[in-house]
Nanobody, 124 residues
C-alpha cells in the first residue's frame, strides 16, 4: 500500500521560510514523478510544484516561481518543498502527490496517491 506522509508545516511570519517533507513508502519511489499542491477552504486544489522521477526537471506554479524549490532524495524516498519569502497568500493546506509514471502533471486528477496534507499559515 502506497503511503505519503507530509511534515514541516506550521506558522511563520511573512518573509520567512519553511521546508516541507513528504516521505513515501509502498512502491519504488524513484520511478515516479512527485508533485506538491495546495488548497484553501472552498477552493480547488492548486498546482505548486512538480519534479520528474530523476529530479532532472522541475516545474512551478506562477505564484511560487522564484520563491519555492522542489527537490527529491530517492535514497530516502522523500520529496521536499523549500518555501522562501513566504506571503500570507501562501497560507493553505499543502499536499504531496505521487504520479502514476515518471512524467510530471500539473492537474491534480492525474495523480494517483496523496498525502493527508500539512497546514502552512503565514501571518502578516
Amino acid at each position: 500500500q502506497v503511503q505519503l506522509v507530509e511534515s514541516g508545516g506550521g506558522l511563520v511570519q511573512a518573509g520567512g521560510s519553511l521546508r516541507l517533507s513528504c516521505a513515501a513508502s509502498g512502491r519504488t519511489f524513484s520511478s515516479y514523478a512527485m508533485g506538491w499542491f495546495r488548497q484553501t477552504p472552498g477552493k480547488e486544489r492548486d498546482f505548486v510544484a512538480a519534479i520528474t522521477w530523476s529530479g532532472g526537471s522541475t516545474y512551478y506554479g506562477g505564484s511560487v516561481k522564484g520563491r519555492f524549490t522542489i527537490s527529491r532524495d530517492n535514497a530516502k524516498n522523500t520529496v521536499y518543498l523549500q518555501m522562501n519569502s513566504l506571503k500570507p497568500e501562501d497560507t493553505a493546506v499543502y499536499y504531496c502527490a505521487s504520479a502514476p509514471s515518471g512524467l510530471v502533471y500539473i492537474v491534480p486528477k492525474y495523480y494517483d496517491y496523496w498525502g493527508q496534507g500539512t497546514q502552512v499559515t503565514v501571518s502578516s
